[in-house]
C-alpha cells in the first residue's frame, strides 16, 4: 500500500507567518512520529502519538510547536510566528506499534523561513 | 537522555572495497540499533536492524555488528557499488524510552566507479 505521505513537499513562510504540515500515516499504524532534520545532520525527535493520544512532546523546540492527530489517523505539526531557526526538513514517521518496530519516514517538508 | 556519536562523517571508496561505519551510544539498556540510508532530497529508510539480544546480523552485502560491552555498533557494507552512495545513519533506542530513537549525525558515502 501506499507510504507515509506529508504535504507540502516544499514551503516557504515569511518570518512571523504561521505554517501547519501534514502527515499521512501508513493505514492501521497506531505509532506517528515528528523529526526535524537540519541541513547536515540527523533526524531529531520532536513528538510521539499513540493513537489519538500525545505520550511525549518533550521534543518540541517551544511553545511555537504544536501538533495534533485527532482521530488518531492523520497528524499536522503547526508551527506559530515561524523564525529563521525553524527552516529545516520536517520527517514524519509511522509505525505498527511503538516498541521496537521499524519507522517508516515521509519524504518530508522542506521548511524555509526567510 | 541517550546520545549516539557516528565516525565518519564522510567516506570515500573505489566501487568494489568494503566501507565501514562505526557509532557509539550511551545508554547501557538501549536495545533497538537501526541503520537508515538517505539518499539526497529523499526520506530515511530502514536497511537493517540489530536489537541488543544479537551479537551480528547480515543481509546480503550488508551486516551490523553490536558489542553492547564496548557501547558500539557498526555497518558494514561489502562489495561497494555506486549505487550504495548515500547518507547513513545510525540510530539507537534508549534513554528510558522504549519508543524514541536518537540518531547519529550521518555519514556521507561516496563510492568511485
Known amino acids: 500500500g501506499a507510504g507515509v505521505s506529508q504535504s507540502p513537499r516544499y514551503k516557504v513562510a515569511k518570518r512571523g507567518q504561521d505554517v501547519a504540515l501534514r502527515c499521512d500515516p501508513i493505514?492501521?499504524?497506531?505509532?506517528l512520529f515528528w523529526y526535524q532534520q537540519a541541513l547536515g545532520q540527523g533526524p531529531e525527535f520532536l513528538t510521539y502519538?499513540?493513537?489519538?493520544?500525545?505520550?511525549?512532546k518533550s521534543g518540541l523546540p517551544s511553545d511555537r510547536f504544536f501538533a495534533e492527530r485527532p482521530e488518531g489517523s492523520v497528524s499536522t505539526l503547526k508551527i506559530q510566528r515561524t523564525q529563521q531557526e525553524d527552516s529545516a526538513v520536517y520527517l514524519c514517521?509511522?509505525?505498527?506499534?511503538?516498541?521496537?518496530?521499524?519507522?517508516?519516514f515521509g519524504n518530508g517538508t522542506r521548511l524555509t523561513v526567510t | 537522555g541517550e546520545n549516539v556519536e557516528q565516525h565518519p562523517s564522510t567516506l570515500s571508496v573505489q566501487e568494489g572495497d568494503s566501507a565501514v561505519i562505526k557509532c557509539t551510544y550511551s545508554?547501557?539498556?538501549?536495545?533497538?540499533f537501526p541503520w537508515y540510508k538517505q539518499e539526497l532530497g529523499k526520506r530515511p529508510q530502514l536497511i537493517i536492524d540489530?536489537?541488543?539480544?544479537?551479537g551480528e546480523k547480515k543481509d546480503q552485502r550488508i551486516a551490523v555488528t553490536l558489542n553492547k560491552t564496548a557501547k558500539h555498533f557498526s555497518l558494514h557494507i561489502t562489495e561497494t557499488q555506486p549505487e550504495d552512495s548515500a547518507v547513513y545513519f545510525c540510530?539507537?533506542?534508549?534513554?528510558?524510552?522504549?519508543?524514541?530513537?536518537?540518531f547519529g549525525k550521518g555519514t556521507l558515502l561516496t563510492v568511485n566507479p
Open positions: 540489530i536489537r541488543s539480544n544479537v
Open positions: 545508554d547501557s539498556a538501549s536495545n533497538y
Open positions: 514517521a509511522s509505525s505498527p506499534t511503538g516498541a521496537n518496530s521499524p519507522l517508516h
Open positions: 502519538f499513540q493513537n489519538e493520544a500525545q505520550l511525549d
Open positions: 493505514s492501521g499504524h497506531v505509532s
Open positions: 540510530a539507537s533506542k534508549g534513554g528510558g524510552s522504549n519508543y524514541k530513537l536518537t
